[in-house]
């Protein structure tokens, strides 16, 4: 589509299964003004986010590479002077005085104790980070509370305000969430929490979640990255 990138959106169609385009993971342009929709199935499209490389990045670089050659050319043609072998002192050799190294006695019980108890706190990292009926139930809860926000029997409002405790209540900081198809092998989209739990409070078909086992969750038992599938009426 021959059209000038500033005047149009680009998007997804999330309606696999029923869509070519979905299927295929096609990128949709739409015009600034139409509706944005997929052209094929009238869906809702996903907006398609561009990251162009800074200019001024590139720039840096080639600075680095321009100003290590004319160092490394000045390191070259340096000359150092020279000495006069007759007048130069002559150093004196200092032998240092050895000494036996003390003899250190370790305690076998001692190390053995520590570690057991650096065994026994990554184990508890562990337990927390890997399946098990906490993590399931932790699982459960969150797909539970989506579906509560995503139910457009409630009006938007208060979907809305669910946002913020949903967000304190399962996520740590900074934490990542990609939405897949639900096949689970084309990912749709990739966002902070709160811009996913604002998305599912907007929406209006999704009606349940899949959370994937390639989920992460962070020490204080909390999730660090998402990997989620949505289903649609």
Same mark, same amino acid.
């Given at each position: 589509?021959?059209?000038?990138?500033?005047?149009?959106?680009?998007?997804?169609?999330?309606?696999?299964?029923?869509?070519?385009?979905?299927?295929?993971?096609?990128?949709?342009?739409?015009?600034?003004?139409?509706?944005?929709?997929?052209? !094929?199935?009238?869906?809702?499209?996903?907006?398609?986010?561009?990251?162009? $490389?800074?200019?001024?990045?590139?720039?840096?670089?080639?600075?680095? $590479?321009?100003?290590?050659?004319?160092?490394?050319?000045?390191?070259?043609?340096?000359?150092?002077?020279?000495?006069?072998?007759?007048?130069?002192?002559?150093?004196?050799?200092?032998?240092?005085?050895?000494?036996?190294?003390?003899?250190?006695?370790?305690?076998?019980? !001692?190390?053995?104790?520590?570690?057991? !108890?650096?065994?026994?706190?990554?184990?508890?990292?562990?337990?927390?980070?890997?399946?098990?009926?906490?993590?399931?139930?932790?699982?459960?809860?969150?797909?539970?509370?989506?579906?509560?926000?995503?139910?457009?029997?409630?009006?938007?409002?208060?979907?809305?305000?669910?946002? !913020?405790?949903?967000?304190?209540?399962?996520?740590?900081?900074?934490?990542?969430?990609?939405?897949?198809?639900?096949?689970?092998?084309?990912?749709?989209?990739?966002?902070?929490?709160?811009?996913?739990?604002?998305?599912?409070?907007?929406?209006?078909?999704?009606?349940?979640?899949?959370?994937?086992?390639?989920?992460?969750?962070?020490?204080?038992?909390?999730?660090?990255?998402?990997?989620?599938?949505?289903?649609?009426?």
């Amino acid at each position: 589509m021959a059209t000038n990138n500033l005047a149009v959106r680009k998007g997804r169609c999330i309606n696999i299964g029923n869509c070519k385009k979905a299927n295929v993971s096609e990128v949709i342009e739409i015009k600034l003004g139409d509706e944005f929709i997929c052209p !094929d199935c009238s869906g809702n499209l996903v907006e398609v986010r561009e990251k162009s $490389f800074p200019k001024w990045v590139i720039y840096a670089i080639i600075a680095v $590479f321009v100003i290590g050659g004319a160092a490394l050319l000045l390191t070259q043609g340096d000359t150092t002077p020279t000495h006069d072998p007759a007048h130069s002192p002559i150093p004196k050799t200092i032998v240092p005085e050895t000494k036996p190294a003390p003899i250190v006695k370790v305690d076998d019980s !001692d190390t053995e104790m520590t570690k057991d !108890d650096s065994f026994s706190e990554s184990t508890e990292i562990q337990q927390r980070q890997t399946s098990g009926v906490g993590v399931q139930q932790l699982d459960n809860s969150l797909v539970s509370t989506l579906i509560r926000i995503a139910d457009n029997r409630n009006d938007e409002l208060s979907r809305i305000r669910l946002v !913020d405790p949903t967000l304190n209540n399962f996520f740590s900081p900074n934490a990542v969430v990609e939405t897949y198809s639900q096949n689970g092998r084309t990912m749709l989209r990739r966002d902070n929490a709160r811009e996913f739990l604002e998305w599912v409070s907007t929406s209006n078909k999704l009606i349940n979640f899949r959370i994937m086992p390639e989920s992460r969750i962070g020490a204080n038992g909390k999730y660090t990255y998402l990997k989620i599938t949505e289903i649609y009426e």
